[in-house]
Every structure is written in structure tokens, then in C-alpha cells.
């Protein structure tokens, strides 16, 4: 979810190489990871397994982070929801390769 404080800090100059492909092209795993590192915080990725190597330990970590945190207004769905779309994510990039991401 492209949510408010997402958007404050981009109002305020903060910048990632990142956040300029957030509407450009899908983004990779590991972009994600990156995505995620930024919302959630470094320090709670001690020990948090490479989306690269295991997608699925990856999620559940994301998953466990999101449920500290409060849900964020999405203006395309018009309803608050969480920082990531764990559905959309595994939809995307499940158990094949593709490389999409969804964070609005």
C-alpha cells in the first residue's frame, strides 16, 4: 500500500532507487526486500531469510512485522489495509519465477 507516511517522506525528500520503480515496472524480489527493509525497518531483518532463496520463510517474516504495525489507507481500494499485500505477492510470485509486485 502506497500509504500516507510512504508518501510524506517522498514529499520530503527522502529517495530510494526504489520508490522510483514502485509505478514504473514490477519489482523484483529483492526489491521487495527493499521495499519492506524501508517500511519495516533494518533492524527487524536480523535473521530474516532471503526472498531469493526462500519465498515463503520471506513472507511469513513480512506477515509477523505486519501484524506490529497499524493497517494504512489505500486509495485505490478506498479502505485501510495493510503495508503489503501478502495475497498479491504470492499470486505474483508464488512457486514460479515471474518478478511482480503490487504496492499501491
Known sequence: TYGLPLHRCRE???HDRVFDMLDERPL???EIRDVCVILF??????GV???????DGFLRSINQMM???ELQYNPIKGKMT??????????THGDKSGCAC???
Do not use: A
Open 49 to 55: 531469510v532471503d526472498p531469493l532463496i526462500d519465498w
Open 28 to 30: 523484483t524480489k529483492g
Open 82 to 91: 495493510p503495508w503489503v499485500d501478502i495475497t498479491q505477492l504470492t499470486n
Open 12 to 14: 520530503m525528500g527522502y
Open 102 to 104: 503490487t504496492i499501491m
Open 67 to 69: 501484524k506490529e504495525e
Open 41 to 46: 525497518g533494518e533492524d527487524k531483518f536480523d
